[in-house]
């Protein structure tokens, strides 16, 4: 009975998480996403045309501040190749930093200045601020994306229902002007962010068809790696340490049997 | 027990600084200690937490030299540690589910304590320390939490020093609200001095619990029948028979915190935590770690807000009565077939509590219909809270202290021995 009410407890406690998890708006539509489950890594062909898609289309509008250009070449990052152990020597992504300005500076007579990327810059912010961000999104903030799917509620398929979840509005409703409708989005339906993917925004470098379904998969592919960059390190760590923990568990127990063989307990 | 020593100093330096420094035979005779011999897995729990808590102390201290407490930087520094730091992605997440750990541990420990009445007679002492060291990491965790700096941690922070301003301005209580914000709002001021306090509680929980295990080794532990020790066949020595019984639990515990730790490291924190802290932008939902979530049912049931600060404050508080609400003379609620059933209950209560907790007074725990504009109507979880927070007090008000006078225990084994050995069937 005590074992059984214990065991429930646990169980509640930890469900407890799982209780916040109701958000406003539609239930979100759920993807078999290549990174779930104990054994789940980064479908590293899918993040690098996610990357594709945030570069082409949401870097427009959205940060991705907590992001280097080298860490896009990590171990277990979109564009790891293991022939390049230091990213910042990795062709690919020297390739992909000079793609984007910076603004660095002040020089010798106090100007800023600008110059393309170096492997060790971060993904440079589309906004010089806050305030230029919003005023340029009718009052909205496009929020900094790298840790997106972590800051919602079941975030991958949260990112992936929002961005496929542009309707137009039920009968009878009437948008803010500048709003869209989207019955998932977490602040209500009317979102100030129009549809970002539309069918062929990008033409991705390795053939695959861009519909919208798939843009949005990928980018939710990429930005899961951006938030939580190290899944697969600490996945492949928690299987060394599982296994050791229960053979030293088998061997303490095999001990603990064999000090207590002759006492009655 | 206690003045018996099994050290025996043999080499002329063992002698020399045994009667300099007598820390070896501390060491020695910490270790060799009689202990009943019929402890279950239950009293285990005291060992995993010790483990737990030198885990949090180095995990924390590590992070503390890369952890930077201010409000422009303290979110950054997190992300920094957790992307850029040496290990840095498996010993913050190692602190902040260890600290869930560490509750789910306390309160295992402490149901243990009520069920076996290891609280009373002559464990007061124990109970009331242990009672000091949960009030310190309800402290500790709290104010940890704050430190990263997410919107959890902002509001959380908010609504918890909000309880002081219940306290009447003319009492103090706006003074009392703002010595503790260092301004007059959650700012960088109160972040600073949480960071300081976070750092410095959990020292003050280690001197804690050598009192605490000072305080147990002069009645030695309690046990299953409750019965005192009363010859020797009834106990063993701590070493080797409890440590390596306690190993196995503490690494099976280990493998359930790993498991959290490396394959569901969120599923404890709160997605908004990942939004970095915004003084003018309130969560839809605010709600504190789930190991306060009854507390802070509590806290919600009652309509005023001082006399829910008060309730809240008195949960607790009761606890450290408890030694003399459970007058029975019989320890453990074995032989106690209606204190059993009441203690179950009472279990159910605090998960129930917690449950309501977590959602927002106005939610519904079930539709009884729909009023006549079609809402629906059924219990709300304010009204739950509030019938499991009378449970809760009566519990320990009422039935304990009744239920000791007038229950008739079921007989109890003769001693620790007899009960093991199965030759006694006697009560006493
Ligand atoms: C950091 C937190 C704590 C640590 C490290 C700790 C450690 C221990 C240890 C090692 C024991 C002996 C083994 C056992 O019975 O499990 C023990 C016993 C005990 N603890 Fe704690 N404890 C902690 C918190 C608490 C709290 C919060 C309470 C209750 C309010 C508590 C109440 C007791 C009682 C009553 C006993 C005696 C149990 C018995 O002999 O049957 N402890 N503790």
New interface residues.
Partial sequence: MLKRIVSLAIIASFSAGAVFAAGAGAKNKTQDWHFEGMFGTYDKAAAQRGFQVYQEVCAACHSLKYVAFYNLGDKGAPFYDPEYPNPNDNPVIKAIAKMFTIIDGPDESGDMFERPGITADKIPNPYANEMAAKASNMGAFPPDLSLITRARADGSNYLYSLLTGYEDPPEGMKLSPGMSYNPYFSGGNQIAMGAPLTEGRVEYTDGTEASVDQMAKDVVEFLTWAADPKMEQRKRTGWVVLIYLFLLALLLYGSYRAVWRDVKH | MSGQSNYNPKTGIEKWLDARLPIIRLGVDTMIFPSP??LNYWWTFGAILAVMLVSQLITGIILAMHYVPHPDMAF?SV?HI??NINWG??LQPMHAVGASMMF?AV??HM?RGI?YGSAKNPREMIWIVGMVIYLLMMATGFMGYVLPWGQMSIWGAIVITNLFSAIPPEAAGTAVTQWLWGGFAVDGPTLNRFFSLHYLLPFLIVGMVILHIWALHIPSNNNPTGISIKTKADT?NFH??YT??D??AI??F??IF??????K????????N??PANPYSTP??I?PE??Y?PFYAILRAVPDKLMGVVAMFASIGVLFALPWLDTSKVRSMRYRPLAKQFF?LF??VC?GL??AG??LPSDLVFVTGVDADGHEVGLTFVWMSRILTIYYFAFFLVILPILGLVEKPKPRPASIEAS??GTDKGDN
Avoid: E, T
């Fill in positions: 011999r019929n950054d992300q957790n992307r992605w498996m789910l309160y295992i149901f069920y063993l080797p028979y390596v019984k190993a196995f690494v099976v280990l493998m790993s498991y959290f730790l490396f394959f490291p969120d599923s404890m924190g709160h997605p908004d990942f939004i839809a939902h709600v789930w190991y979530l179950f279990v159910l998960l917690g449950w977590a959602k093991v050995l």
